[in-house]
């Protein structure tokens, strides 16, 4: 596989992280892009991440070894049918997107499949556009792979090669696999956590005591609650049949512990607890999933004047700079009271260590 040039269609977050890293491991390739903020193209030319600002989605397009497809997914799709009579047979498309049948679907009605390779980078950001791009992004993160039938095996063991060069962590799928996967580990738990929401919201009281108290923990597991409501309406649109296989299951099981809580079964119930603590704590840290990991810890703060002070300035001299730091007033450790949230996971391990050397408890999730 030539990658001589490379195109990008849409350059916020993920596209602008994946040509950062491409720049900065590949940096003689010759790039080029477009999306609809001129002025952002311009911003990524001045910085020398990409070699040229396009107006329009049109000829240059056609000097493309590898085309980044970077808009929200069903934009994608208009997009194929634009490119499809000015791309030459070399020309290996790709996309970004966080669901994968509909892409694959229209690809094949264009007869575009032998060069299409979908790709979901399952990393991101609270923040959005180029502006928060970043060159590791997507390091350490599962970067799935789902080839268009008849891409040949060199061409898939290519774009699976410079997926690790940007630190990435590739992972070849059928796209149907995919997306019944994300259903279940990504868009499923994104529903559950604002459907938990919506319930203290509609149960909550005119004084909003469930609004007051409801921090720490349960804030932690609805935090993906705040995603943005565009880009969910579309997953639920783009992959609603394996969502609805994943909610159905979710609903049965959800139905066996009410009957379980019912009749009292109290070993059932155990064995649910039991089962579900310890499959979670096999799940491995090590790399980055679907949904955004924090770093974050909670530990005790002597409730007196400058304590925060105190400890923002112990990290502050380290080197270590704080996310989010905020006092959790229903204790849910004995005595823990501070939840401090660190940027990535090397600030985090730092911070742990300096503030144990300090002599502070430290509680970790």
Not at 45 to 67: P, Y
Not at 321 to 348: C, M, P, Q, T, W
Request: charged share 25%; hydrophobic share 40%.
């Amino acid at each position: 596989m030539k990658m001589n040039t490379i195109g990008f269609i849409g350059l916020g977050l993920i596209g602008g992280s994946i040509a950062k890293a491409i720049r900065a491991y590949h940096p003689d390739v010759r790039m080029i892009a477009y999306m609809r903020s001129q002025d952002t193209l311009q911003k990524a030319v001045d910085e020398g991440v990409i070699n040229e600002a396009c107006s329009e989605v049109g000829e240059q397009f056609a000097a493309c070894d590898l085309l980044f497809l970077c808009a929200p997914v069903e934009t994608n799709a208009r997009y194929l049918e634009q490119l499809k009579p000015m791309l030459p047979k070399t020309c290996l498309l790709t996309d970004v997107g966080s669901t994968k049948t509909d892409i694959h679907e229209k690809v094949d009605a264009l007869g575009l499949t032998g060069q299409f390779i979908g790709g979901h980078p399952m990393a991101g950001s609270e923040k959005t556009g180029y502006e928060n791009a970043k060159t590791h992004l997507i390091e350490n993160a599962y970067y799935i792979i789902t080839p268009g039938t008849g891409v040949p095996e060199d061409t898939v063991n290519e774009f699976v090669a410079l997926v690790s060069s940007l630190k990435a962590l590739p992972l070849v799928l059928d796209y149907r696999q995919h997306d019944f996967i994300t259903a279940c580990v990504s868009h499923l738990p994104h529903l559950i956590a604002s459907s938990l929401v919506e319930l203290v919201k509609d149960l909550d009281g005119p004084d909003e005591l469930m609004k007051r108290i409801a921090a720490g923990g349960f804030k932690d597991i609805t935090r993906i609650a705040s995603s943005s409501p565009d880009m969910w309406e579309q997953i639920c649109m783009t992959n609603s049949e394996n969502i609805l296989k994943a909610l159905d299951h979710y609903q049965a099981q959800l139905s066996r512990l009410r009957t379980e809580i019912t009749g009292k079964e109290a070993d059932k119930i155990h064995a649910f607890f039991a089962t579900s603590r310890d499959y979670r704590n096999s799940i491995p840290e090590a790399s980055a999933g679907p949904l955004k990991k924090t770093y974050a810890f909670y530990c005790d703060m002597v409730d007196e004047a400058g304590g925060i002070a105190t400890l923002a300035t112990i990290l502050a001299s380290g080197g270590i700079s704080i996310k989010n730091i905020g006092i959790i007033h229903n204790r849910e450790f004995e005595e823990a009271v501070l939840r401090v949230e660190l940027y990535d996971e090397d600030a985090y391990k730092k911070a742990v260590e300096l503030l144990r050397k300090y002599r502070y408890t430290i509680y970790e999730r």
